[in-house]
């Protein structure tokens, strides 16, 4: 799923954007655009929402509730398509991993 935490670095990343100076451009190469902390963030939230769509498309739910924390929750769900999104009835923008499993169902109706 999610595996960039394996992956080698000059796997993940390259110069291709011509960040890093060369002769080319006299010593002045562009600024870094993101952190590498924040792209590595970004790649992740992509193939998160790529394996959410997937997940819903494949088992097809008339109906389905979705949590995620709220600063990643808007992101995967603008991954999935108009016609998964249109049978989601709840979403959670709530970090719910750590609530104990008798608690966890009394956030979904």
């Known amino acids: 799923m999610v ?10 990343f390259t110069d291709q954007a011509g960040s890093f100076p060369n002769r080319g ?4 190469g562009m600024a870094e655009r993101m952190s590498l902390a924040a792209e590595t963030e970004a ?13 819903v498309h494949s088992h097809h739910p008339q ?15 603008n991954g999935l398509t108009e016609q998964n999104r249109q049978h989601l009835v709840q979403n ?18």
């Open 3 to 12: 595996d960039e935490a394996r992956d080698h670095f000059a796997d993940q």
């Open 25 to 28: 451009t006299n010593g002045q």
């Open 43 to 55: 790649r992740s939230l992509r193939k998160l929402a790529i394996h959410l769509e997937q997940t």
């Open 63 to 77: 109906r389905w509730s979705f949590a995620a924390p709220a600063r990643i929750n808007q992101t995967l769900l």
């Open 92 to 109: 959670i923008p709530k970090d719910l991993v750590n609530q104990p499993p008798g608690r966890l169902m009394s956030h979904f109706r």
